[in-house]
């Protein structure tokens, strides 16, 4: 390696250093301006936005899906009392016959007391 070329790599390796150093401040003062705790959070923040964004306008875009997606939900919570309903439009409602109880195992309301 000649001089120059042994001049020249120092030049290189201070300039690379200069920049290291530059970035390594600019770093520590970004670190000591907010800490890891407030960037996980102030993250998390920001992509529960733009999943919220995303969904809102998934939503508006295919609202016929969205409204039977909800119709069904509905109705599956609701399937007991909606099934009364009908049972006793239908004329299959609440007779008073031992089949109609819910528990099995407690006593008839019209036994006779022992």
Same mark, same amino acid.
């Given at each position: 390696?000649?001089?120059?070329?042994?001049?020249?790599?120092?030049?290189?390796?201070?300039?690379?250093?200069?920049?290291?150093?530059?970035?390594?401040?600019?770093?520590?003062?970004?670190?000591?301006?907010?800490?890891?705790?407030?960037?996980?959070?102030?993250?998390?923040?920001?992509?529960?936005?733009?999943?919220?964004?995303?969904?809102?306008?998934?939503?508006? #875009?295919?609202?016929?899906? *969205? #409204? *039977?997606?909800?119709?069904?939900? #509905?109705?599956?919570?609701?399937?007991?009392?909606?099934?009364?309903?009908?049972?006793?439009? *239908?004329?299959?409602?609440?007779?008073?016959?031992?089949?109609?109880? *819910?528990?099995?195992?407690?006593?008839?309301?019209?036994?006779?007391?022992?």
């Amino acid at each position: 390696m000649s001089e120059e070329e042994v001049l020249e790599a120092k030049r290189l390796r201070g300039a690379a250093r200069s920049v290291f150093e530059t970035q390594r401040e600019m770093v520590r003062a970004d670190l000591g301006a907010a800490g890891v705790g407030k960037r996980v959070a102030t993250r998390l923040v920001d992509d529960g936005r733009m999943i919220a964004e995303e969904a809102a306008d998934a939503a508006s #875009t295919h609202k016929t899906l *969205l #409204t *039977l997606g909800a119709l069904g939900l #509905t109705g599956w919570f609701l399937r007991g009392p909606i099934m009364a309903f009908a049972g006793n439009l *239908l004329g299959y409602g609440d007779e008073g016959g031992d089949d109609q109880r *819910l528990d099995p195992a407690a006593p008839a309301s019209d036994a006779e007391p022992e």
